[in-house]
């Protein structure tokens, strides 16, 4: 059975930190593409940053600089450092292994693939 089980998420303050883990079992998970993708109220799913199998990242332009994706096959696990955190920034946060669903011009959170239940992240100003 395939899990993603992720932690981490929790409230700060604008300029804070926070660490979000992932922990898959279940999956090869050195071959696997990993991402972390974040969904608001009322807004679409986006991709904040991925890490492929061959270990090149991708961090969309809103977190470039701030958040940081890394992985320690050892563990099974993915991690997203976020530094100054910002009040948009508040979200689920979920973990993939997968892509997110993507219908008529809007993109959906959990997606396709395997993915984690999501964790709350809350930035307060």
């Known amino acids: 059975e395939v899990q993603l089980v992720e932690s981490g998420g929790g409230s700060v303050q604008a300029g804070g930190s926070l660490r979000l883990s992932c922990t898959a079992s279940g999956f090869t998970f050195d071959d696997a593409d990993m991402g972390w993708y974040r969904q608001a109220p009322g807004n679409e799913c986006e991709p904040v940053s991925t890490i492929s199998s061959d270990g090149s990242t991708y961090y969309a332009d809103s977190v470039k600089g701030r958040f940081t994706i890394s992985q320690d096959n050892a563990k099974n696990t993915v991690y997203l450092q976020m530094n100054s955190l910002k009040p948009e920034d508040t979200a689920v946060y979920y973990c993939?292994?997968?892509?997110?669903?993507?219908?008529?011009?809007?993109?959906?959170?959990?997606?396709?693939?395997?993915w984690g239940q999501g964790t709350q992240v809350t930035v307060s100003s």
């Open positions: 993939a292994a997968g892509r997110a669903y993507c219908s008529g011009g809007y993109c959906y959170c959990p997606g396709l693939g395997y």
